[in-house]
């Protein structure tokens, strides 16, 4: 489907944006540029997809984009100023989400423009909440699920120019994540680098959500694996606010909360589908693994995968224990900390943030947020 797009600007036709420059870039030398690097000529940039992997992606975090907007948006219109001011979001406060939504319709434009006439437009969603913290609980973990969804493919795209883009898109983002942490009275960034994760893994979280589209979107092309439910996911926003200030869930800009939401030797109990379900838009996607039976829990945090065992498995349902560790031992924090994700796999292969797609085959269910901070 992207053909058409990709053919048309190869052959040098009008695209809509971005608008070209009326200067054309010297071809000398520069000053003070050492040798190599890419695209640092000066051929025009070119903002689209150069391949299938591009589109595909770009559609992805385009379909992220416009839940978020639609979900802010929705937020905001669902609850009373007194329902916000109730857990302590103000006015103000409430203005940055609204602004947030703003940088979301500012994204989705990029988006749209750097895919084209076949860009996807808004489709009809189902949001899991009923009160506000609820509300900022799921819209930290759906940020995070989309920046770590772009931070497993940026590096990957053909088009070095449209990640350019993209990465101005991620890192704005990312500090809407943080601000949602901070009204959960999390502890703002508790890990020392954001995860990666592979976009089937970003589609099977966000297909969910997704209730129909318009005919017109294209497909998206990536695996939907089968679901995966922590049964006794940490909570961060309980409804009882208890007295103890380290355990304070109050908005701030931080909160020590020396209490951790969880701990390495801390079991965690998992219920997963089998696959051959119908999810995401008009029900028209499969759930699929390739994987074999399952025996690990893979924890994807920060530059790591850790795996450990999957006991007590019946049917599906089974245990397992959160791992220990650091990233990169004394001084560093934690390997499993903030917003991360687990899967179930049939092997514990070794991967590592930029060949993190080679675990796909290996998935037996999941991923699931799993709130670790
Ligand atoms: C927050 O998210 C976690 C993980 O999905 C969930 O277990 C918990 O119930 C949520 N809490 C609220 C108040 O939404
Ligand atoms: C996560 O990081 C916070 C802030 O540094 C810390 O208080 C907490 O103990 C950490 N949690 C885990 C599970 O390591
Ligand atoms: C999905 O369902 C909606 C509502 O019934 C319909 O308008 C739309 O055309 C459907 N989309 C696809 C891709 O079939
Ligand atoms: C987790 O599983 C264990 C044993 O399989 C069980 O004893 C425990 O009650 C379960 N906890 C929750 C929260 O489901
Ligand atoms: C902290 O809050 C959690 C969730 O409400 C509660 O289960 C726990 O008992 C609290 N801990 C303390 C020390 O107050
Ligand atoms: C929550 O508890 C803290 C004390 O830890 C208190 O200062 C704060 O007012 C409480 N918030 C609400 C909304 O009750
Ligand atoms: C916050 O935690 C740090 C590290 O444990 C500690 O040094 C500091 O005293 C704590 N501050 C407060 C206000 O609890
Ligand atoms: C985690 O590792 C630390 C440092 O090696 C150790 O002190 C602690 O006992 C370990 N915790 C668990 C639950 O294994
Ligand atoms: C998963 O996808 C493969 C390849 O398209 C297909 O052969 C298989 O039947 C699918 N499995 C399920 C459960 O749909
Ligand atoms: C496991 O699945 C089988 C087949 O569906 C069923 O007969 C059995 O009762 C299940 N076991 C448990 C513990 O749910
Ligand atoms: C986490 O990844 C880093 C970087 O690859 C590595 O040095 C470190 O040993 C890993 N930590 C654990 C606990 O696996
Ligand atoms: C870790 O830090 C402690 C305290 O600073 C120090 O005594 C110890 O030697 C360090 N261990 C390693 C392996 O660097």
Redesign the pocket.
Known sequence: MWIPILAAALAGLAVAWPTTTTTTPTTTALNFQPSGGLGTNSTPPFYHPLSDFDFQSLNLALNQQLLELDLFHFGLAKFTVQDFQDVQIFEADRFLIQFLADQKVSHATLLSNMIGEQAANQCTYQFP?Q?V??FI??SQ?IAAIGESGILGFIEHLNSRAAAQLLAQTLTASSREQMIFRQYEGLFPVPVDFQTAITQSMMWTMLAPFIISCPAGNPVIEFQNFPGLN?VN???????INTSTPDNNTDPAITHNRSIPLSFPGRQVNLTWELPGQAIGPNSSFVTNTTAGAPQFVAWISQLNTTYTVLDNIVNQTGTTIQPNGTVFGNGSSAVVNATMFIAITDEDIFVTPFNISMINAHIVAGP????AG
């Not at 996911?233 to 409804?239: A, E, K, L, S």
């Open positions: 909440f009160a913290r609820e609980n799921f973990q922590v996911n940490p909570d961060p926003t309980p409804f699931a947020v799993y709130q």
